[in-house]
């Protein structure tokens, strides 16, 4: 699963890389163009933009921090995966995700400084975002679904193999 894992990686940062050429070549900067509009309103728009912050240009002009973080945790989780490379495939594949859009961003920032950010989603006031964006996200979000249910499932082992010790033990003792 770890060449999985690589194969991911590489596969999302090399199309959020070319989104964000082509983005750079083909949309001058803070033109907003439209692409989906229902009803004479606007849904989806691709538009070039930059952000030298995190989220919602959170830590804006912090650019070691903002390379040196991503780099531990790209390190970390590339680690993590290669260590636990038979465990879970739900497990590997969010935290796949995430160091894709991670790494993605990163090479953005070691690149200029800044993000490059083009999609804009038009029916809720909301940051523009990038595939990076969305694969951390999607990556969280399975990550924590992955925790919920693993965390359920070692529970219910826990129980199983609590109650059959005891069955056993009343076995033994002759209570069965």
């Not at 999302?12 to 001058?28: E, R, S």
């Not at 830590?59 to 531990?72: A, E, N």
């Not at 595939?131 to 990550?143: P, Q, T």
Request: glycine content about 8%.
């Amino acid at each position: 699963m770890f060449v999985v894992s690589l194969i991911i990686i590489v596969l999302l940062t090399a199309a959020d890389q070319l989104l964000k050429f082509l983005v750079v070549k083909k949309i001058p900067f803070a033109e907003i163009v439209k692409v989906i509009r229902i009803g004479g309103r606007d849904i989806f728009s691709l538009t070039y933009i930059t952000n030298d912050g995190a989220a919602w240009s959170m830590m804006s002009g912090k650019t070691w921090f903002l390379i040196g973080l991503p780099t531990v945790v790209i390190i970390g989780a590339l680690i993590y995966i290669f260590l636990k490379r038979k465990d879970s495939k739900l497990q590997l594949i969010s935290l796949s995700l995430i160091v894709s859009g991670g790494l993605g961003n990163l090479i953005d920032r070691v690149r200029s400084g800044k993000v490059v950010d083009y999609i804009l989603f038009e029916p809720i006031d909301f940051p523009v975002f990038n595939l990076a964006d969305i694969c951390v996200v999607i990556g969280a979000v399975i990550f924590c679904i992955w925790v919920i249910f693993s965390d359920s499932v070692s529970k219910k082992k826990a129980d199983t193999a609590a109650q059959d010790t005891q069955t056993d033990k009343e076995e033994q003792n002759g209570e069965g």
